[in-house]
């Protein structure tokens, strides 16, 4: 079983930042992927970021340039990184792992992008 507890989320104002950190309950050198996803009001789970545990990453056209994805192994911990922040980033972000076969997500943290 793998527990992921998302942190960092909040409102801010246009162009700003956030950075929203994510623990898991194991090693993540374990986990396949790591990830996040966010779902606005209204709108289906939609695919952010995401790294292989080689490093690799990936993010949505709509964040690249803007978004980055990090991880500190000795934490146990994952990073999103925003920058930039516009209204349409507006959200509730989960973060996602990968292991065996399974996922798993965590409870989902607020990000509002208000003036």
């Known amino acids: 079983q793998v527990q992921l507890v998302e942190s960092g989320g909040g409102q801010v104002q246009p162009g700003g930042s956030l950075r929203l950190s994510c623990a898991a309950s194991?090693?993540?050198?374990?986990?396949?992927?790591m990830g996040w996803y966010r779902q606005a009001p209204g709108k289906g789970r939609e695919l952010v970021a995401r790294?292989?545990?080689?490093?690799?990453?990936i993010y949505a056209d709509s964040v690249k340039g803007r978004f980055t994805i990090s991880r500190d192994n000795a934490k146990n911990t994952v990073y999103l990184q925003m920058n930039s922040l516009k209204h349409e980033d507006t959200a509730v972000y989960y973060c996602t792992a990968y292991r065996s076969g399974l996922d798993y997500w965590g409870q989902g943290t607020q990000v509002t992008v208000s003036s």
């Open positions: 194991v090693n993540i050198f374990s986990l396949n992927v």
């Open positions: 790294m292989g545990s080689g490093g690799s990453t």
